[in-house]
């Protein structure tokens, strides 16, 4: 079991069994979300549960995904894809050791001209 939350606590997450290694998206849309690029894991919804949900603001950044984040501190916790049974939680959300890594890079065609990728794991264009 693993859990988080975003800064302020108002939002916690628990997700059962282990975590799967997460993708570090690099796509504009992540970067403006983030600030930077935003690594998350795929999460079944049915071991992802949220405590505080009422304190989760959507933001719908396509018809297909909705972005979410606490509405009190602003944290970014969610990339939701509407019509998979699946949530991303991002990475920063968890609280201590995760026992997992990065696995690949994607979108790294939009990725800010300010940084380096040097870990040597696969880079998917788009």
């Known amino acids: 079991m693993h859990k ?3 800064l302020c606590g108002a939002v916690r997450i628990t997700v059962t069994g282990e975590l799967p290694r997460p ?7 992540c970067r403006k979300q983030t600030g930077h690029f935003e690594a998350s894991i795929d999460i ?27 509405r009190t501190c602003g ?6 894809p509407l019509h998979h049974d699946w949530t991303a939680v991002a990475m920063g959300a968890f609280d201590g ?6 696995e690949r890079h994607i979108f790294v065609d939009d990725k800010g001209d300010y940084y ?11």
Not at 47 to 67: F, M, N, P, Q
């Open 116 to 126: 380096d990728i040097a870990d040597g794991l696969p880079r998917n264009r788009r």
């Open 97 to 102: 050791p995760t026992g997992t890594s990065l």
């Open 23 to 29: 993708t570090a998206c690099h796509c504009t849309a």
């Open 4 to 6: 988080g939350s975003c």
């Open 75 to 80: 944290s970014t916790l969610f990339w939701d």
């Open 44 to 70: 079944p919804r049915s071991a992802l549960s949220i405590t505080g949900g009422d304190h989760v603001a959507w933001y719908h950044s396509s018809e297909k995904v909705r972005r979410g984040f606490c």
